[in-house]
């Protein structure tokens, strides 16, 4: 089957900018998105990217897609204790509501 | 705009017994997800509804979890006899027509099998 795969763990100084990557199998995605799961919370989808995309931008968000290499990206900027989170990449492929996710980076945000 | 409502949000049983988890997606979205989250990994899907048909149940394990959606709104997943291995939060999720903005998730059941 389609696979997804993360680093696990992130590590990063409050101010930094974290960068979490992802790659997947699926050639036919459509489209590829990032969530967040705080502890003992649902996941709350962040940003999404369409799969003839580069790179999305909103506020200190910015997903890169590379779809050659099958790999995408989620740059935070100026990271807060806020944003130590576990983050999800998933992907939908053609044809299908079904997403995909990878086992999640914990991102840990040091003060 | 009301979020995907899931009951209860904790449940422990023993093994051998049976559950229920009841999910209430977002008004107007026609397909809903059931997810299964283990410890330390990501969701790895149930069953998904589009409207009251099932659309993909392939990875259910169907000699113990049903799952129904009647009325095409509603849906309840239930869990019968339960193992140690069902222990997970078990995500609802719902999405409206092409869902090009992903799927909403509710905050979850957490199932311990003791």
């Known amino acids: 089957g389609e696979d997804v795969e993360q680093s696990l763990f992130l590590s990063v100084r ?17 489209y590829l998105y990032w969530y967040k799961q705080e502890p003992g919370a649902g996941l709350q ?13 909103d506020q200190r968000l910015t997903v890169l897609l590379n779809k050659k290499d099958k790999h995408l ?16 990449c998933a992907e939908r492929g053609a044809g299908s509501y079904q997403l995909t996710f990878g086992k999640g980076t914990k991102l840990s945000v040091i003060p | 705009e009301a979020g995907v409502a899931q009951s209860p949000r904790y449940k422990i049983i023993e093994k051998r017994q049976s559950v229920a988890f009841w999910c209430n997606p977002i008004s107007g979205h026609a397909t809903l997800y059931w997810y299964q989250q283990i410890l330390g990994q990501g969701p790895k899907l149930l069953i998904q509804f589009q409207n009251n048909g099932v659309v993909d149940d392939s990875q259910l394990p169907k000699d113990r979890f049903s799952a129904e959606r009647l009325k095409g709104v509603d849906s309840t997943l239930k869990i019968q006899p ?18 090009v903005w992903g799927a909403f998730f509710g905050q979850g059941t957490r199932l311990t099998v003791v």
Do not use: H, P
């Open chain 1, 14 to 30: 409050e101010g930094d900018s974290s960068v979490i990557n992802c790659t997947y199998t699926d050639s036919s995605s459509t």
């Open chain 1, 45 to 57: 989808l962040l940003t999404y990217i369409f799969s003839n995309m580069d790179m999305k931008q």
């Open chain 1, 73 to 88: 990206s989620l740059r935070i900027a100026d990271t807060q204790t806020g944003d130590s989170a576990i983050y999800f």
């Open chain 2, 82 to 99: 339960a193992k140690l291995e069902d222990s997970a939060v078990y995500l609802c999720a719902s999405v409206i027509g092409a869902g």
